[in-house]
């Protein structure tokens, strides 16, 4: 098993479940975080640390989220590890919500 980050990241990119992954398997994109599937050790402590719920393990993923599971695994190879927390974007708050955002995911 492995953690995934969905759909609700895009555009808010919280950077909270970053501070407390012992082993550092965030990649941070322009708009959205992803796991590596390879360094993730199941530790579950990133998980309740997303203030949008964003992160679930690869096997408990809610319907239609099961793209993520690939999806982290293709950027975590291209994006680099961000291993502090960050502030969050301006307008993140907004983002929250919205749903269907996988359009909006930057690469």
């Known amino acids: 098993m492995t953690f995934v980050v969905t759909e609700s990241c895009i555009k808010c990119k919280y950077t909270d479940c ?12 322009p708009n959205f975080l992803v796991i590596d599937p390879e360094e993730c050790i199941d530790c579950t402590l990133c998980e309740p640390e997303c203030p949008v719920e964003a992160i679930y393990p690869d096997d408990d993923l809610p319907e239609g989220q099961e793209k993520f599971i690939e999806l982290n695994a293709e950027l975590s190879l291209e994006w680099p590890v961000i291993a502090e927390m960050k502030e969050a974007p301006a307008d993140a708050k907004e983002w929250e919500t919205v749903k269907e955002k996988l359009h909006l995911l930057e690469r």
């Open 18 to 29: 970053v501070e407390v992954c012992p082993v550092d398997c965030f990649h941070e994109g």
